[in-house]
């Protein structure tokens, strides 16, 4: 029986794709000639399949795991039900999994699985056999060097693991993971002198070195009698990241705490190094399968959980955010910025008051630490309760007696504030700060300039201002719209025209662009167009203030031909990112 090729546009058959393998469709011809068995069995498993196939949808993979596994067993031949169930049963853990993997030819998820599992039951030679015979495309072909040499490692083969990874040590794009991972194997295996010039690479190879990686270079040095230098590799990321600032003093009590302790928790790693580069290019769906295969390895990896956290969140799951965070114990290094994600994530749950006691916790214990105030001030203007969110920044503010250009956002947030709160003389003053701090970050240069435009001052430098955010924002609709803007403020109106039309093609669905190019329209004399887009913007929930200005020119149209450009139609607001 076949339940649907519209499901293949599924995330579940999406996650199957690591490289373009997947399960095949049954035969129609033969589907329909297989035996109905009991009464009712076809339409019990459809039913099944169906409710399965919705909960996955809803990103409720337990559920639809649940129902998969039902249908299955009504229906057990079906590849692609197999195929299905396999998937669901994955994405939360559950040991059907490896039973369902086996029915998967020529599914590499399935392949990853089964070589995890027999490197956690010390299967050694079977993990690596099964690892070496992944075929060398697509993502696969990244990951399989790193596997084979973690299962060489796990089964006491130091030497032959190191030689795996060697060529793609010696050359190779992605060189810093290559020899990460192969310093790491050296460290576990007792190889010093490798191990040192191996990390060695990895530090000048591996580009800009994030939370997991600066740990593992501070657990070497610490562990080597340099202490100094480690504190140093952790200070230096804490002062590039302010997000994890707040963990510095836990991450520098732990320094010389091992990151990869064993060859499954190598694995785990390389499954977590290339789920960050597919997150980094908006690949989600392959980042939550390895990271799901990570976290079978390896259930307490509080790096994996936190960007499988963030994922689910940015997809507009916080529920599946919040429960992967649930595990995390409060010992951990990392409970810091675990806290402050679960305060974010009770918000976006509709726990607003929840929230706000969580960080004002944090505040009491971390009395040095601005972070818990900053995300308070947020949630804060998220309400719209700007005169509460500024108190907030400006407590946050306080707790910083040096600012460093790496805490422009805060000054650029209460400027936000501020400026919503009719306070501009101060909010211009920390659009400035801001920008002293962080002299080309183009959503300062953007806010400020489109402000000045708003109140018809400083026209040529706002103008500065907003084209030298375009050049680093060139596909950021709000940025061309303000360039647009303050182009039809300065009486170009076919320059505005072309930058806001472009804007609108960007943005097509933002009430504010759409505004703009019917005030843009209406100067060049078009007027049935304007109107189209005035009452395009209506139709798109602009901002309750910018309704009533909206209708008014609607209203009044041939009366205002031949006038100056009438007020904006929409809210000062810009990006905020």
């Not at 699985?113 to 050694?124: I, P």
């Not at 097509?508 to 049935?528: C, F, I, M, Q, S």
């Amino acid at each position: 029986m076949q339940y649907g090729r519209s499901f293949r546009r599924s995330i579940l058959l999406t996650l199957s794709l690591l490289s373009a393998c997947a399960a095949a469709d049954s035969d129609p011809a033969t589907a329909d000639s297989q035996p109905a068995g009991p009464q009712g069995a076809h339409f019990g498993a459809a039913g099944d399949f169906l409710t399965g196939r919705f909960a996955a949808t809803q990103n409720d993979m337990r559920f639809a795991a649940d129902e998969f596994l039902k249908a299955l067993a009504i229906d057990p031949k079906d590849p692609e039900l197999q195929q299905q169930a396999f998937l669901a049963t994955l994405m939360v853990g559950s040991p059907e999994a490896v039973r369902l993997a086996r029915q998967q030819a020529g599914n590499q998820a399935a392949a990853l699985l089964l070589g995890d599992d027999d490197a956690s039951h010390g299967n050694w030679e079977a993990a690596e056999a099964r690892f070496a015979a992944l075929p060398k495309q697509g993502l696969a072909q990244v990951l399989q060097p790193l596997l084979v040499g973690w299962a060489q490692q796990g089964g006491g083969q130091t030497d032959a693991a190191l030689a795996t990874l060697k060529p793609y040590v010696e050359g190779n794009r992605f060189r810093g993971v290559y020899a990460l991972h192969a310093a790491l194997i050296a460290d576990l295996g007792n190889r010093p002198a490798d191990a040192a010039r191996l990390y060695r690479i990895a530090q000048n190879e591996y580009g800009a070195i994030n939370l997991d990686v600066a740990r593992m270079l501070a657990s070497w040095q610490a562990r080597q009698g340099h202490p100094a230098e480690a504190r140093q590799t952790l200070a230096a990321l804490t002062e590039a990241s302010p997000e994890i600032a707040i963990a510095g003093p836990a991450l520098q009590e732990a320094v010389a705490q091992r990151q990869v302790a064993s060859a499954t928790d190598g694995i785990a790693e390389a499954y977590l190094a290339l789920a960050g580069a597919l997150h980094a290019q908006d690949a989600n769906e392959f980042a939550v399968v390895l990271l799901r295969l990570a976290l079978d390895l390896r259930p307490d990896f509080t790096a994996a959980r936190l960007l499988a956290s963030d994922i689910m969140d940015g997809g507009k799951h916080p529920q599946v955010a919040t429960e992967l965070l649930a595990p995390i114990r409060p010992d951990d290094p990392l409970i810091a910025i675990v806290r402050l994600r679960r305060a974010t994530l009770a918000e976006r749950l509709g726990n607003t008051e929840e929230a706000l006691h969580a960080l004002d916790q944090m505040a009491h214990d971390y009395p040095d630490r601005p972070e818990p105030l900053a995300v308070k001030g947020d949630i804060l203007r998220s309400k719209h309760r700007n005169a509460d969110a500024v108190a907030a920044y400006d407590e946050a503010v306080a707790r910083l007696p040096h600012p460093a250009a790496a805490n422009w956002p805060l000054f650029y947030d209460r400027a936000i504030a501020e400026e919503r709160s009719n306070n501009w003389p101060r909010a211009e003053a920390d659009f400035n700060h801001a920008l002293q701090l962080a002299p080309d970050q183009p959503y300062v240069l953007n806010y400020l300039g489109y402000s000045w435009t708003e109140q018809n001052r400083n026209l040529p430098r706002a103008r500065q201002m907003i084209e030298k955010a375009v050049e680093q924002r060139p596909n950021d609709g709000s940025i061309l719209d303000s360039l647009g803007w303050v182009t039809l403020r300065q009486g170009d109106v076919p320059g505005a025209v072309r930058w806001l039309e472009r804007a609108v093609e960007l943005d097509p669905e933002d009430p504010t662009v759409n505004g703009h190019l019917g005030d843009a329209y209406w100067a060049a004399g078009r007027k049935r167009e304007a109107r189209f887009q005035w009452r395009r913007a209506l139709n798109l929930n602009p901002e309750p203030e910018d309704v009533p200005k909206l209708e008014a020119k609607l209203r009044e149209g041939d009366q205002a031909a031949g006038t100056a450009v009438a007020a904006p139609a929409a809210s000062t607001e810009k990006t905020v990112q």
